[in-house]
């Protein structure tokens, strides 16, 4: 059973529902094709919104990061 966990920062109005939904379709799709698998139905797809705040990058957060128009 594919296990797929997709990370993406907490941006303010992204992403939508609706392109979550479209992601977790697409990369179920994927990850079908390329494992040859036909059974989608048991494909894991969890999307996890991480804050700003609590990604880092080179010593600091990414908040810190695009404050100083850095990022």
């Given at each position: ?27 179920t ?24 705040d ?6 600091k957060?990414v908040?810190?990061?695009r404050?100083g128009?850095?990022?």
């Amino acid at each position: 059973m594919p296990f797929i966990n997709i990370k993406i920062t907490q941006e303010e109005g992204q992403p939508t529902k609706e392109q979550k939904q479209a992601l977790i379709a697409e990369v179920t799709q994927v990850v079908a094709k390329v494992l040859k698998r036909d059974r989608i139905a048991s494909t894991t797809v969890i999307i996890e919104e991480i804050n700003t705040d609590n990604h880092g990058l080179g010593g600091k957060s990414v908040t810190q990061i695009r404050e100083g128009g850095q990022f």
